[in-house]
């Protein structure tokens, strides 16, 4: 390992030979005047994390980084100058009809063995990272009524089954005055159902439900499912109350208790690292996610997939410029077109909407040096490390094959945390730049700082810092392998998350393409 000394001399990141323009490291920007190592002199001061000009771009010209282009030049651009937002024109999405399909399959990496975590055996074959009593719902309506037990059953019960890590109550939006027959409705429906299957609930969840509602208990649990246990009471209707809020209370704590009795019986045993499901996010980016934080997670994305694990990467939204190069790596044709057939898929949902995958950058990507979506993607599938591609999942679905698997899910933090738990992620990982206190109650997740500022800025919220990435003092490979540990003794129990410790938790948030009526 190589330690370089970091210093505030004016430094800046390169990620490829055809780059024309360069990121600013430096914490507090740099100068006009500032001289970087190679020669280069800036013309105006440029803030951190923004692009310099690294030769003269004149009008029209295009402006390339990751090798690739990320938009073309409104106006002459000089050597040194600030590269700002409003000077370059998006280029086009890639159109879907024209893309290499299975051109760069990359080859195998070498079996990594060995690698192992202490995890929950399920019945149906899945492993939890933790042991937590689900109960999920098939309408808001028994939202407020849940909510109250779960404060008693935390408080009351769960004192008294030590081996239980919490309770949960997977409360949502859906389930009544909704079009429960529309066409997409089979994705908030399917989420449903398959969030219960998490398999950090150990196929114990449990359901409350009011009586009318649309959505019915038999769609969210159904029989000869082996990954829900079904041989006892596993359902409460509130309607069928007789004596008010107090009995619906009485009612879901002794349900619950059963439950707490069975999962408090359940200990870690030794498996394969292969077991883990990593689902991988960013939020909050800036111009340093693709050159620090997600780099990091590709590094470790690869060494998972060696050890035989699943490794999910999501986000519509942040690929759709990029697909082509997914597309290349996609194992197989059937692959190839199921990443094109999810791309579509969602530019016609946002064409019914009159907006385009460009929605998706905000003020603050912006400020942190993130010109346009197409800079955001090729930034954001570097999370994907180098392996193949070896499936697509799409919204609410469950993952079944190991490998490199593209989730089909909105960029949306909430949603797309969602949707991978639905989807049976034991394990979250989450880059950010701005900063975000983001987290699941059914998951630990792992918070990855793309800039040592923010880290040292937020020490009890950001697990890693990868800005060490950025100021020399350690390598992307060095960072992988770290997390790639850090993984294991986060899904052993034996570390817990910042956002664990807090019991931060952002809410179940469903997509939910359909009507509401
Ligand atoms: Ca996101």
Known sequence: ?????????????????????????????????????????????????????????????EVRRYGQIIGYALEDLRRGSWVKENQLAMPSAPPLASLPMCDAVPAPLPPLEGFTFEGYRNADGTVGTRNILGITTTVQCVTGVLDHAVKRIREELLPRYPHVDDVVALTHSYGCGVAINARDAYIPIRTVRNLARNPNLGGEALVISLGCEKLQAGQVMHNNDPSVDLSEPWLYRLQDASHGFGEMIEQIMALAET???????????????????????????????????????????????????????????????????????????????????????YDHYLERGAADRSANTTPGNKKGGLSNIVEKSLGSIVKSGSSAINGVVG???????????????????????????????????????????????????????????????????????????????????????ELFHYYLDVASGRQRTWAEQHKLHNDIVLFNPAPIT
């Open 1 to 61: 390992m190589q330690l370089i000394e970091h210093s505030d001399s004016p430094r800046y990141v390169r990620l490829h030979e055809a780059d024309n323009v360069v990121v600013v490291v430096n914490d507090q920007g740099v100068t006009e005047g500032s001289v970087f190592p190679d020669g280069l002199v800036t013309v105006e001061g440029v803030p951190q994390s923004h692009k310099v000009a690294l030769v003269d771009i004149p009008k029209g010209g």
């Open 395 to 481: 919204p609410g679905e469950r993952v079944t094959g190991k490998g490199l698997i593209y989730c089909a899910t909105p960029a949306s933090d909430f949603v797309c945390g969602t949707l991978q738990l639905a989807a049976g992620m034991n394990l979250h990982v989450f880059t950010t730049g701005r900063g975000t206190p983001y987290g699941l109650a059914m998951a630990p997740v792992v918070k990855v700082a793309t800039r040592t500022e923010l880290a040292q800025r937020w020490p009890d919220l950001i697990d890693v810092d990868a800005g060490r990435i950025a100021t020399g003092r350690a390598t992307i490979e060095e960072l992988g392998w």
């Open 259 to 345: 439950r707490l009795q069975k999962l408090d019986q359940r200990r870690r045993e030794t498996v394969p690292a292969a077991e883990l499901i990593l689902g991988m996010q960013c939020g909050g980016s800036d111009a340093f996610s693709g050159i620090t934080a997600n780099p990091a997670l590709g590094y470790a994305s690869d060494l998972l997939i060696r050890a035989g694990a699943t490794v999910m990467f999501s986000e519509v939204t942040e690929v759709r410029d990029a697909i082509y190069m997914l597309t290349s790596r996609a194992q197989n044709q059937d692959v190839a077109q199921a990443l094109v057939r999810e791309m579509d898929w």
